[in-house]
């Protein structure tokens, strides 16, 4: 290959998704070799000829790969991966991930930018819809599902796309949750925590990852030789390719961490950053780059390799082309995949006087923005999900004739500030039983570049339901939204709510399952959920600090006296305002049946370091209906030589019980599994007290069991 025909491999340029004509000059830089991938290339045709002329026409006749952000389904749209995540069920999230390849790889794309492993502490940020949420276990579970749905069994058939590890790294702890910013990381959490789920996607043979656009620690992450050179490729032995994100190397500029595109790509390069998104500075300067000595050819034979590898493991050389039949899209499987998926990832978050479900006899006063909004209901990123395809709760209800409803949308979008409607909507919750209130955010206000400042129901909506409410009708209240809704003003107004997230093409008849009992629902937050913005960041796994919270002594400042002497209050890491508790923790979801847990047992309460410790607990459906329920397994390491979180996932599993029937789980790991990242920059193990707990969520402390690890 010629020095141009290498720099050409490291080029991957494209469209916006919103540019429909392929550019003439795009085929003529083919032809000479100089584009080595493409992204969102939508017309099939153009696909086609593209990579005729790469394979017949071009000096080496190397195939294109061609990307696209399949992010939670292609045509068939799944929940959002947060919403994903809340169903704990990896199996599901790797079926999703399997038929988005299967439907993508119709039109040609054998690479999409997923999975997005960011650990996402902050709902504020508009991205935290496209993570797993706050927990390093539960997202690297979520990776493996997502790459091995990705890339199937075998790279190498026509419907496997290639994976990709994003944003490498910390772009989800951006500095007050503002998209692209600053992200300062200290070496303890960035192992502990971060980069977990990264480690968990090379394991599972990710064959790309992207890096991020913000600066971790004062070096941006596209030109950070730490984490692309010594951590990925040196100490965990990555040998796919890395790809910026789109102009992220050129942004360094903008960063104030090189002065032009010239000294951009340089420093890129010599992190051993292998391709790059849309921006053109290894094009345009690589050459001399080599010319002055700043960068080899031999490094650059390095991250060509790096491409060329995944291209064969893809089989590209062997079969470039795709079989554009696409009869499967939207089959009757991926709906009902689809739909298994927004039924697993739905959230109940309470039920007074067991409101839900709600029967046949009762007449339902269908309300709200998000109840027909087919659109909004796909949720973000979802280039290519159309929303003629998408089933509302609406429509599912209207479908079927023993439903007695009114409907009224009482606010036409989620913004809408107007309350010309409200008279309406009123009307019919009076002539109703129950009103389903379906609220949230449309689709827009989440994803990149749509971080909120404030995390309440949007426009009139919050006024709206205070209305409703005057009616003294039951208000189920059920969320569509991209992050966690702060409900402080309505919550007392409503007596259920239900959080779906986006809930993807078939999030209607799945929420009619929900809402009417056909499904118990059975998801659990992925992510904490917070009472007030004021709050955040707030995770479960926080520090203990040397004066943890005593719920005794706390005192709400409307109970301070008047002049009270300074100190009088307990001194306690807490909000005077919003005290210390969120909403709801990490790990919480009702059930319309009730679970207990009794028995936990541990295998040795003083094992020793190498061993496999079992603990065990016996779960009991007490309630006549089916259900499924994810078992929490938390453990805190008491004493280490650095603090140690106060709990952290070790486990979970998902089981399903039949009324009255009792299961018994044993949770088993190893004393490696209790590790951290320590002082010495070294993963260790350290011998003493342990607890550990069985838990329904993060704050469910009933089971607990304590050993000492010799
Ligand atoms: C995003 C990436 C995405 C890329 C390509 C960027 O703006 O940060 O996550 O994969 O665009 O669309």
Redesign the pocket.
Known sequence: MSLEEKIGQTAQRGKSSRVKELPSELKEAVRKGEIGSF?NIMDKNDAKELQRIAVEESPSKIPLIFAR?VIHGFKTIFPIPLGQAASFNPQIVKEGSRIAATEASTSGIRWT?APMLDISRDPRWGRIAESAGEDPYLTSIMAKAYINGFQGDDLSSPTSIAACA??FIGYGAAEGGRDYNTANINENSLHNTYLKPFKAAVDAGSATF?TS?NDLNGVPASANKYILKDILRDKWGFDGFVVS??NSIIEMVNHGFAKDQKEAAKKAANAMLDMEMTSTSYQDHMKTLIEEKKFSENELDVMVKNILRIKFRLGLFDNPYFDPKDDILYSEHHLSKAKEAALESTVLLKNNNNILPISKSKKIAIIGPLANAPHEQLGTWTFDGEKEHTVTPLDAFKKDESYKILYSDGLSYSRDKSNKKFAEAIQIARSSDVVLFFAGEEAILSG?AHSRANLNLPGAQEELINELQKTGKPIVLVIMAGRPITLGNILDKVDAVVMAWHPGTMGGPALKDIITGVVTPSGKLPVTWPKEVGQIPMHYNHKNTGRPVIPEEFVHMDSIPIAAWQSSLGNTSHYLDAGYLPQYPFGYGLSYTNFTYSDINISSKTPKMGDTITVSIKVTNNGEIKAKETVQLYFRDMVGSLTRPIKELLRFEKIELAGGESKTIDFQFSTEDLSFYGPDKKWITESGDFKVWVAKHAHDETNEIEFTLE
Do not use: P, Q, T
Request: negative net charge.
């Open positions: 992204l952000d930018f994003k944003h992207m656009f994100d789109w990149e």
